[in-house]
């Protein structure tokens, strides 16, 4: 099993291929969206690594698989630009998913 990375900028790519991670590069929701789909289809990636940015291209898409597919888990990684996340995005997402406000 192994990882894989849809990015949205050639410096994270490069980061994680030296870490031996493949991926790809890519900028329209379009691009995401395909890149997704085919990665999910890869019968050996056991994780995929999405940046915020991409992530906040289609994230209805993205966080419905994360909460249906069993297989594989999609991470949401920051970039080089730094972390993007409000001091609640965790919270958020469990409210979301299970539907109660803790």
Do not use: W
């Not at 909460?67 to 920051?78: D, M, S, T, W, Y």
């Amino acid at each position: 099993m192994r990882f894989y990375l849809i990015s949205d900028n050639v410096d994270t790519q490069v980061g994680m291929r030296l870490a031996g991670i493949e991926g790809v590069v890519v900028h329209e929701p379009e691009e995401v969206k395909k890149s997704l789909t085919e990665a999910m289809a890869m019968d050996d990636v056991a994780v995929i690594l999405i940046t915020e940015r991409l992530l906040q291209l289609c994230p209805e898409m993205i966080y419905d698989l994360k909460l249906k597919a069993k297989r594989p888990l999609i991470v949401e990684i920051p970039d080089r630009h730094g972390n993007g996340r409000t001091k609640d995005s965790i919270t958020r997402y469990v409210r979301e998913a299970i539907g109660i406000k803790i």
